[in-house]
Protein backbone atom coordinates (compact mmCIF):
# COMPACT_ATOMS: atom_id res chain seq x y z
CA UNK A 1 0.00 0.00 0.00
CA UNK A 2 2.93 2.19 0.66
CA UNK A 3 3.99 1.88 -2.84
CA UNK A 4 0.49 2.71 -4.28
CA UNK A 5 0.13 5.99 -1.75
CA UNK A 6 3.54 6.96 -3.70
CA UNK A 7 2.64 6.56 -7.26
CA UNK A 8 -0.70 8.67 -6.38
CA UNK A 9 1.40 11.24 -5.23
CA UNK A 10 3.61 10.94 -8.66
CA UNK A 11 6.72 9.70 -7.29
CA UNK A 12 8.43 6.60 -9.18
CA UNK A 13 9.57 4.06 -5.28
CA UNK A 14 11.73 1.93 -7.90
CA UNK A 15 13.59 5.04 -9.73
CA UNK A 16 12.95 3.00 -13.24
CA UNK A 17 10.56 5.39 -14.68
CA UNK A 18 11.23 8.62 -12.51
CA UNK A 19 8.86 10.98 -11.22
CA UNK A 20 7.59 12.40 -13.93
CA UNK A 21 6.29 9.64 -16.41
CA UNK A 22 4.61 8.31 -13.14
CA UNK A 23 3.17 11.84 -13.29
CA UNK A 24 2.44 11.80 -16.68
CA UNK A 25 0.83 8.69 -16.88
CA UNK A 26 -2.72 7.73 -17.37
CA UNK A 27 -2.46 4.64 -15.11
CA UNK A 28 -4.95 4.62 -12.35
CA UNK A 29 -3.14 3.52 -8.92
CA UNK A 30 -5.80 2.75 -6.44
CA UNK A 31 -6.77 0.22 -3.49
CA UNK A 32 -9.76 -0.34 -4.58
CA UNK A 33 -10.21 -4.35 -5.84
CA UNK A 34 -13.58 -3.14 -7.74
CA UNK A 35 -11.92 -1.10 -9.95
CA UNK A 36 -10.48 -4.43 -11.52
CA UNK A 37 -14.24 -5.41 -12.62
CA UNK A 38 -14.44 -5.17 -16.96
CA UNK A 39 -10.55 -4.93 -16.96
CA UNK A 40 -9.45 -7.25 -20.15
CA UNK A 41 -5.97 -7.60 -18.76
CA UNK A 42 -4.44 -7.96 -14.86
CA UNK A 43 -0.63 -8.39 -13.98
CA UNK A 44 -0.19 -9.72 -10.65
CA UNK A 45 3.32 -8.54 -9.05
CA UNK A 46 3.29 -9.58 -5.68
CA UNK A 47 6.22 -10.33 -3.29
CA UNK A 48 7.27 -13.80 -3.21
CA UNK A 49 8.81 -13.97 -0.12
CA UNK A 50 11.33 -17.29 1.72
CA UNK A 51 10.01 -18.96 4.52
CA UNK A 52 11.97 -19.44 7.33
CA UNK A 53 12.59 -23.77 5.52
CA UNK A 54 13.57 -21.98 2.28
CA UNK A 55 10.85 -22.83 0.58
CA UNK A 56 8.59 -19.87 -1.27
CA UNK A 57 5.75 -18.43 0.74
CA UNK A 58 2.84 -18.57 -1.70
CA UNK A 59 0.61 -16.38 0.47
CA UNK A 60 1.04 -13.12 -1.34
CA UNK A 61 0.17 -14.70 -4.90
CA UNK A 62 -3.12 -16.42 -3.43
CA UNK A 63 -4.31 -14.00 -1.96
CA UNK A 64 -3.82 -11.69 -5.13
CA UNK A 65 -5.57 -14.67 -6.76
CA UNK A 66 -8.68 -14.29 -4.96
CA UNK A 67 -9.09 -10.64 -5.41
CA UNK A 68 -8.66 -10.99 -8.74
CA UNK A 69 -10.92 -13.82 -9.24
CA UNK A 70 -13.67 -12.12 -7.38
CA UNK A 71 -13.52 -9.23 -9.74
CA UNK A 72 -12.59 -10.32 -13.54
CA UNK A 73 -14.77 -11.17 -16.24
CA UNK A 74 -15.31 -13.35 -19.16
CA UNK A 75 -12.72 -12.58 -21.64
CA UNK A 76 -9.92 -11.43 -19.39
CA UNK A 77 -6.10 -12.05 -19.36
CA UNK A 78 -4.53 -12.52 -15.78
CA UNK A 79 -0.57 -12.24 -16.20
CA UNK A 80 1.77 -13.34 -13.56
CA UNK A 81 5.41 -11.70 -12.76
CA UNK A 82 5.54 -12.99 -9.40
CA UNK A 83 8.55 -15.35 -8.91
CA UNK A 84 7.31 -18.66 -8.33
CA UNK A 85 8.20 -22.15 -9.38
CA UNK A 86 6.50 -23.87 -12.46
CA UNK A 87 3.38 -25.28 -11.86
CA UNK A 88 2.66 -22.55 -9.75
CA UNK A 89 0.47 -20.64 -12.22
CA UNK A 90 -1.19 -23.86 -13.45
CA UNK A 91 -1.62 -25.95 -10.08
CA UNK A 92 -2.25 -22.65 -7.32
CA UNK A 93 -3.05 -20.11 -9.32
CA UNK A 94 -5.62 -20.86 -12.10
CA UNK A 95 -7.75 -23.05 -9.99
CA UNK A 96 -8.28 -20.32 -7.28
CA UNK A 97 -8.77 -17.69 -9.92
CA UNK A 98 -11.47 -20.40 -11.69
CA UNK A 99 -13.24 -20.88 -8.21
CA UNK A 100 -13.63 -16.93 -6.90
CA UNK A 101 -15.02 -16.33 -10.55
CA UNK A 102 -16.95 -19.26 -11.45
CA UNK A 103 -14.96 -19.03 -14.78
CA UNK A 104 -13.43 -21.49 -16.89
CA UNK A 105 -9.34 -20.75 -18.06
CA UNK A 106 -9.05 -21.54 -21.80
CA UNK A 107 -12.59 -20.92 -22.13
CA UNK A 108 -13.46 -17.92 -19.87
CA UNK A 109 -10.23 -16.42 -19.24
CA UNK A 110 -6.76 -16.83 -19.91
CA UNK A 111 -3.42 -16.74 -18.07
CA UNK A 112 -0.03 -15.88 -19.03
CA UNK A 113 3.06 -15.05 -17.11
CA UNK A 114 6.27 -13.03 -17.24
CA UNK A 115 8.71 -13.44 -14.55
CA UNK A 116 9.72 -9.84 -13.30
CA UNK A 117 12.69 -8.78 -14.51
CA UNK A 118 13.36 -5.90 -12.33
CA UNK A 119 15.48 -6.25 -9.36
CA UNK A 120 14.61 -3.18 -7.63
CA UNK A 121 18.32 -0.64 -6.68
CA UNK A 122 20.55 -2.60 -9.39
CA UNK A 123 21.71 -0.08 -11.24
CA UNK A 124 22.91 -1.80 -14.08
CA UNK A 125 20.47 -3.90 -15.18
CA UNK A 126 17.58 -1.28 -15.34
CA UNK A 127 14.42 -1.12 -17.74
CA UNK A 128 16.09 0.60 -20.48
CA UNK A 129 18.30 -2.76 -21.04
CA UNK A 130 16.70 -5.72 -19.70
CA UNK A 131 15.10 -8.69 -21.87
CA UNK A 132 12.01 -9.30 -21.13
CA UNK A 133 10.24 -12.70 -21.41
CA UNK A 134 6.80 -12.79 -22.24
CA UNK A 135 4.51 -16.12 -22.45
CA UNK A 136 1.01 -17.36 -22.51
CA UNK A 137 -1.08 -20.29 -22.53
CA UNK A 138 -1.72 -20.33 -26.46
CA UNK A 139 -0.70 -18.43 -29.25
CA UNK A 140 -3.73 -16.24 -29.16
CA UNK A 141 -2.96 -14.74 -25.54
CA UNK A 142 0.96 -14.48 -26.11
CA UNK A 143 0.00 -12.44 -29.18
CA UNK A 144 -2.30 -10.26 -26.51
CA UNK A 145 0.69 -10.37 -23.87
CA UNK A 146 3.32 -9.24 -26.45
CA UNK A 147 1.50 -6.04 -27.86
CA UNK A 148 1.10 -5.22 -23.48
CA UNK A 149 4.62 -5.57 -22.35
CA UNK A 150 5.77 -4.30 -26.52
CA UNK A 151 4.30 -0.94 -25.34
CA UNK A 152 7.18 -0.68 -22.55
CA UNK A 153 9.98 -3.39 -24.09
CA UNK A 154 10.12 -2.29 -27.44
CA UNK A 155 13.54 -3.32 -27.63
CA UNK A 156 13.75 -6.92 -26.96
CA UNK A 157 10.73 -9.66 -25.79
CA UNK A 158 11.22 -13.27 -25.95
CA UNK A 159 8.15 -14.94 -26.38
CA UNK A 160 7.18 -18.38 -25.72
CA UNK A 161 3.72 -20.66 -25.56
CA UNK A 162 3.74 -22.85 -22.56
CA UNK A 163 2.39 -25.87 -23.64
CA UNK A 164 1.91 -27.64 -20.07
CA UNK A 165 -1.16 -25.27 -20.17
CA UNK A 166 -3.10 -27.25 -22.58
CA UNK A 167 -5.15 -29.01 -20.52
CA UNK A 168 -6.94 -25.91 -19.49
CA UNK A 169 -7.65 -25.07 -22.99
CA UNK A 170 -9.26 -28.81 -24.00
Same mark, same amino acid.
Given at each position: =???????????????????????????????????????????????????????????? #??????? #???? =???????????? #????????????????????????????????????????????????????? =?????????????? =????????????????????
Amino acid at each position: =MEKIALYKKGIDPTEELGNEAVKKTSIEFTYDATRLKGASFIIVAVPTPINGDKTPNLEP #VISACRI #VGQQ =MSRGIIVCFEST #VYPGVTEDVCVPILEKESGLKCGIDFKVAYSPERINPGDKIHRLANITKIVSG =MDEETLNTVAQVYG =MIWWFLLIRIVFLNLLPFVI
